[in-house]
């Protein structure tokens, strides 16, 4: 090889090896990028405002639906055969099942046990109601909810990840939205900016601040938004479970 091709071949070579070390580094800060992000795939997306019952005020038992395809989807059950009729909506079963008066007279049986304010709220809005709920129809197929006021970021993080599971989340969206409290179905954490990801029944409240219903599909939301203790430190949630 003459002189002038070595010093071409040394030049273009040295040029050609930082591309590569270029690309391969970019394409390792890129991996490391999504590793940050994690969601569950394929999630159910169900929408409140198409609800028959009390569609204004059902964001808890779409979420928990939300949650109960879910369940249904990895145990292969159907809704029918939970009882669910075939003209009706899971979320509206849920509903309806949440009012009736075997919920309201197990409410009562249970005031000692949570306090006389229940008595004060409508069924559907109620933590415990809505596990007591989601308990009763999931755990023969061999899923459980249970409801904590004491859910880490962190804690959210590893159960999603490691377990494969949701947690469904109380929020207060009243600084970006009309909307005050609030229930959407956590799916999934963007880490590095200490995000959620979620389902929310009522659409997107950073979007358009829920204008528009259909655009709560994997919405992105600051944590804060989910943090209902007085600290802002600790999630609310019902955390979905194997038995």
Request: glycine share 4%; charged share 25%.
């Amino acid at each position: 090889m003459c002189k002038l091709c070595k010093k071409l071949y040394k030049t273009f070579y040295k040029q050609d090896k930082k591309a590569v070390v270029k690309e391969v580094t970019k394409t390792e800060e890129i991996k490391e990028e999504k590793e940050m992000d994690y969601k569950l795939e394929s999630f159910p997306y169900l929408i409140q405002t198409d609800n028959k019952l009390f569609s204004s005020t059902t964001c808890y038992p779409t979420s928990m639906a939300m949650a109960m395809k879910w369940c249904m989807k990895i145990a292969s059950y159907s809704e029918y055969e939970i009882g669910c009729p075939l003209s009706m909506q899971l979320e509206d079963y849920i509903t309806q099942i949440t009012e009736s008066k075997e919920t309201k007279a197990w409410i009562k049986r249970n005031v000692s046990k949570y306090g006389a304010w229940m008595l004060n709220y409508k069924p559907r809005t109620l933590a415990y109601v809505e596990e007591y709920i989601f308990n009763k129809l999931m755990n023969p197929l061999g899923f459980k909810s249970r409801f904590s006021a004491n859910i880490t970021y962190g804690a959210y993080c590893k159960h999603i990840k490691e377990n494969n599971m949701p947690i469904v989340l109380h929020g207060d969206f009243s600084t970006v939205s009309p909307v005050a409290g609030h229930i959407v179905c956590g799916v999934g954490f963007r880490d590095d900016d200490n995000s959620v990801i979620v389902m929310d029944p009522y659409g997107n409240s950073l979007l358009d601040k829920y204008k528009s219903h259909t655009k709560g599909k994997y919405a992105v939301y600051p944590v804060n938004l989910v943090m209902k203790d007085k600290k802002r430190e600790k999630l609310w949630g019902q955390i979905i479970e194997r038995i």
